[in-house]
């Protein structure tokens, strides 16, 4: 069973930063895709970004790409995503991902299927 428990969420103003923590259980972290997906209220599930295995490839979505940064640490089993100049439009509760199909491309909205899933984080960005 592959657990995930994200953390580094909170209340941060316009213009700021914030880095969430993705932990992962199990010794086959370095198997999977790592995603980060986000959920605002009254809106679809929206992929975020994407960090291969190894670490070498890296995709965002365009509405983060250039303010946010995905990447993992094989030894800690840790994803993080590194969120700079933060917008009220980020508001929302981050989920992190383990995929083990280790797909290259996600549909920009909705829930994939065959993911494990963290518990999700909260971040809100007031204006």
């Known amino acids: 069973q592959v657990q995930l428990v994200e953390s580094g969420g909170g209340l941060v103003q316009a213009g700021g930063s914030l880095r969430l923590s993705c932990a992962v259980s199990?010794?086959?972290?370095?198997?999977?895709?790592m995603d980060w997906f986000r959920h605002a209220p009254g809106k679809e599930r929206e992929f975020v970004a994407f960090?291969?295995?190894?670490?070498?490839?890296?995709y965002y979505a365009d509405s983060v790409k250039g303010r946010f940064t995905i990447s993992r640490d094989n030894a800690k089993n840790t994803v993080y995503l590194q969120m700079n100049s933060l917008r009220p439009a980020a508001t929302a509760v981050y989920y992190c991902?383990?995929?083990?199909?280790?797909?290259?491309?996600?549909?920009?909205?909705?829930?994939?299927?065959?993911?494990?899933w963290g518990q999700g984080t909260q971040v809100t960005v007031s204006s």
């Open positions: 960090i291969t295995r190894t670490g070498g490839n890296k």
């Open positions: 199990g010794r086959t972290f370095s198997s999977y895709t």
């Open positions: 991902a383990a995929d083990p199909l280790s797909r290259t491309y996600y549909y920009p909205t909705g829930t994939p299927q065959g993911l494990y």
